[in-house]
Nanobody, 124 residues
Framework: QVQLVESGGGLVQAGGSLRLSCAAS????????MGWFRQAPGKEREYVGG????????SYADSVKGRFTVSRDNAKNTVYLQMNSLKPEDTAVYYC?????????????????WGQGTQVTVSS
């Protein structure tokens, strides 16, 4: 059974940075793709970015491109979301997700496994 555990959320001022981690266990993830999503109160869950375990190819939502970076550490089975130049509109619960497919997908329904989420709050 795949388990995903996020950490690293918190409260930060606008313009600041946070790094979220997602520790994955339970499988060999070489064929998997990992995604980061977020959900703000009253809004639908939206795609933030994603990475393939095998090649490290990444993709990003336009709203975070140039500010957020997704990376992975294969030895630690951990995926990271580095968030810089944070804005109040980045405030949300952030989730990591996994799918057994080598291609990044921006639809939340394409992912089979989800972490519990971590709160990110950006104050103005």
């Amino acid at each position: 059974q795949v388990q995903l555990v996020e950490s690293g959320g918190g409260l930060v001022q606008a313009g600041g940075s946070l790094r979220l981690s997602c520790a994955a266990s339970g499988r060999t993830f070489s064929t998997y793709t990992m995604g980061w999503f977020r959900q703000a109160p009253g809004k639908e869950r939206e795609y933030v970015g994603g990475i393939t375990w095998s090649s490290g190819s990444t993709s990003y939502a336009d709203s975070v491109k140039g500010r957020f970076t997704v990376s992975r550490d294969n030895a630690k089975n951990t995926v990271y979301l580095q968030m810089n130049s944070l804005k109040p509109e980045d405030t949300a619960v952030y989730y990591c997700a996994a799918r057994d497919n080598p291609y990044v997908n921006r639809r939340s329904s394409a992912y089979d496994y989800w972490g519990q989420g971590t709160q990110v709050t950006v104050s103005s």
